[in-house]
């Protein structure tokens, strides 16, 4: 014991100087930053452009010494040389540039993750260092060399078992926590593997795909960080819920650039509230609408059925069919977007006319009368309408609408569907957008191109506010008698005028939809449809992904059945499997059981190994009363795993047609076991922080939960998701999972034998 309080005192001490260090640079970086804001948006363009980035800098670091402040050193490496080297969530330097701390993602830093004693890469001993706040409460320590471990030891096993253990132990919260601690070998080496090409990584529930993938993200940025700090880090995720639950991970390793986003909101301006069932969700998911979205456009150009005279000045001229087709063809070649190539179209119509109206005055025009006459013709009415019919100016939104309310643009544009899939698509043009719609929005984007008239509209209106803001300050100016030349209207209007740093990359690249990433991680891919992955791979030039998921999880109607049949089309040979095989989160007896469900449905399952047992994880009733009996489980879960202080969670994952009056049971369950006062704060609790949560499924999927009670499998069988979801929903717990039921159980949850 004597010599345990020595050793946690003597790395209490080592955290203490780094937690001192630490504190110095945040004070230094603030400092930094509020001298930046002191001195104002004053002098040339140039000084602003430098004052700007320098806020951005100092603001960007402050962001990052603040993120990590929890578990700042975890790790230890005595080394056969006699060096000591300490691993945490960032690099530390003292005044003289002498490390102190090693970033986690560092070179120096790999054998903290990946040394064995049958391959102890230069380490003698491993120490994993625990702490609660500031204060270090525990180490743990594996010792690589050979000459002192005993025969026989396996050397796969899991490093850091302690510590690792410990964590999957701890109560979960609503915010994902990262695992930069507690790294295995075969995730690290996912973790750090090549920026190029893509990576997909394969692997069965609670093998810690999304923590491997967003780790991997954070490692690229360190070590790629000239190649990535300009185009930025894309995170597209399965749903918001998912990104609320993931967001503090990069932040605390270091990442405060990655956009993250969901295929619904990949389009900006567009919100995606609506649902599609599956059958409307498979057939927008097709690639068929690459081609069909290109007709629907080419269907916007289009020659009239006759010649339409019009009327300018007096003089009769005629927009001639012949002609109009030569002006479509010219544009075309153009290669430009429908609405850019538009305006080679109009200048060619104008030009004809032109020339018709030289040729009835039999008149010489000048350069200034061409284009005066030119100004009058565009703004004739009949002019407009004439061609405007031939080639009108759409919106992604109005192209996409029509084909889903106009059954003739939709028959026009996708003659391969059949009249009854066509049917199903049909809706209301005001009808909301759903998350499949967003790729099909994405493709016409991309074909239609900007519309330059909006554009020239939004500069027209900043200019006005611009010329608003200094006619106010020089009122301000004359009104009080203030300035006396020392200040004019521009500077005042500058300097209070909204400024402050420039947009960071991430923001920058949120807001345009043609931005291109310098790599993108895709999580849960196995629900995307192939125009969504056509969509995605669009915003990554260089196809450098890294792509995390399970086909066997697949519950989307649209999503992947392999990985080959998802990522060949839009890939090629261009990507990479690796496998994680070490379920870290789900206890064995529950891995066990949704392992053989999976199989016995024919899904596609990957290898799985439990790493720890938990007794009693998973417990089977069958009841008359599944709807009461799960409600009055979930209470007493509850009781056992959701703590005052806001860890712990518990899910009830049910049908969907049961949720509703599984919510009223569970709320009258909770207040009957745990009192009125505790069911109330737990049902007010906002959906991010939940700790007692009625959901789907699908809503589930991605998260995890301290315990969860399964409600009639062979409903949830029977679903959209089917198998899949199934499979998700027995595999959400850390700890245990109670399966009510009524029905008979699916082949495979009854262990025979």
Do not use: C
């Amino acid at each position: 014991m004597a010599g345990r309080r020595e050793e946690l005192a003597r790395e209490q001490a080592v955290v203490t100087k780094l937690y001192a260090r630490l504190d110095e640079l945040r004070a230094t970086a603030r400092e930094r930053l509020a001298e930046v804001r002191r001195v104002g948006p004053s002098g040339s363009p140039q000084n602003r452009s430098e004052r700007d980035a320098f806020a951005t800098l100092y603001a960007d670091r402050a962001a990052q010494l603040d993120a990590v402040e929890d578990r700042l050193a975890f790790g230890r490496l005595d080394l056969d040389d006699g060096e000591i080297r300490y691993v945490g969530r960032l690099g530390l330097t003292d005044d003289e540039h002498r490390t102190l701390l090693t970033d986690w993602r560092a070179p120096a830093a790999q054998a903290f993750y990946r040394a064995t004693a049958m391959h102890p890469d230069g380490v003698r001993r491993r120490r994993h260092v625990v702490t609660s706040a500031r204060t270090v409460t525990g180490v743990e320590d594996e010792v690589l060399d050979l000459d002192a471990v005993a025969d026989g030891l396996d050397a796969s096993s899991l490093s850091g078992e302690g510590a690792l253990l410990a964590s999957l132990a701890t109560r979960r919260t609503g915010r994902m926590a990262d695992i930069v601690a507690t790294i295995q070998g075969e995730q690290d080496r996912i973790v750090r593997d090549d920026l190029g090409g893509a990576l997909v990584v394969q692997g069965g529930p609670g093998t810690g795909k999304t923590a491997v993938a967003l780790h991997r993200a954070a490692y690229l940025l360190y070590a790629h960080r000239r190649v990535l700090e300009r185009s930025g880090v894309l995170l597209v995720g399965p749903s918001r819920a998912f990104l609320r639950y993931i967001d503090q991970v990069l932040p605390s390793l270091g990442e405060t650039g990655v956009v993250s986003t969901t295929v619904g909101e990949l389009l900006p301006g567009v919100r995606a509230d609506g649902v599609d069932d599956g059958p409307v969700a498979e057939i927008k998911g097709r690639l068929l609408w690459r081609t069909a979205v290109r007709r629907a456009v080419r269907a916007r150009e289009r020659v009239p059925a006759q010649d339409v005279p019009v009327r300018v000045d007096g003089v009769d001229l005629t927009i001639r069919r012949r002609e109009v087709r030569e002006a479509i063809s010219r544009a075309r070649r153009t290669h430009k977007p429908h609405n850019e190539a538009r305006a080679t179209f109009v200048r060619e119509i104008l030009a004809r006319l032109v020339d018709q109206y030289r040729e009835r005055t039999d008149s010489e025009l000048s350069e200034h009368d061409v284009a005066v006459l030119q100004e009058d013709l565009r703004g004739e009415r009949d002019v407009r309408v004439a061609v405007n019919l031939a080639w009108f100016p759409l919106s992604p939104e109005k192209l996409v609408a029509d084909l889903w309310a106009k059954p003739h643009r939709l028959a026009e544009a996708a003659p391969e569907l059949s009249a009854a899939e066509r049917r199903l698509l049909q809706r209301s043009p005001d009808a909301a957008w759903t998350e499949s719609d967003v790729p099909i929005l994405d493709e016409a984007a991309e074909l239609l191109g900007v519309d330059y008239s909006v554009a020239r509209a939004e500069q027209r209106a900043a200019e006005a506010q611009r010329a608003a803001e200094v006619e106010y300050a020089r009122s301000v100016l004359e009104s009080t008698g203030a300035g006396g030349g020392l200040v004019d209207a521009q500077t005042l209007a500058d300097r209070f005028a909204p400024s402050g740093p420039v947009l960071t990359t991430a923001e920058r690249a949120a807001a345009d939809r043609s931005w291109t990433y310098g790599h993108v991680v895709v999580d849960e891919a196995q629900e995307l449809s192939p125009m969504a992955w056509h969509a995605i791979v669009r915003r990554v030039p260089t196809r450098s992904l890294t792509i995390v998921g399970d086909v066997a999880q697949t519950s989307s109607a649209a999503g992947a059945g392999s990985w080959p049949d998802a990522l060949d089309p839009v890939l090629r040979d261009g990507w990479r499997l690796s496998e994680l095989t070490v379920s870290y989160r789900t206890p064995a007896a529950v891995a066990d059981a949704a392992q053989r469900v999976a199989t016995a449905a024919g899904l596609p399952v990957s290898p799985l190994t439990a790493a720890r047992d938990v007794p009693g994880a998973l417990r089977l009733e069958r009841t008359d009363d599944p709807l009461g009996r799960a409600a009055s489980w979930t209470a007493d879960l509850a009781q056992e795993h959701v703590a005052p202080d806001g860890s712990g969670r518990v899910a009830v994952i049910a049908a969907g047609d049961d949720l509703a009056k599984l919510r009223e049971q569970v709320l009258g369950s909770l207040a009957d076991t745990l009192g009125p006062a505790e069911a109330s704060r737990l049902e007010a609790q906002r959906a991010e922080d939940a700790q007692v949560v009625v959901t789907s499924p699908r809503e589930a999927k991605g998260l995890e939960y301290d315990a969860v009670v399964l409600v009639e499998p062979a409903d949830v069988a029977d679903g959209p998701g089917r198998w899949g979801d199934l499979y998700v929903a027995m595999t959400r717990p850390t700890q245990a999972l109670v399966v009510v039921h009524s029905r008979e159980l699916p082949d495979g949850l009854v262990h025979e034998g």
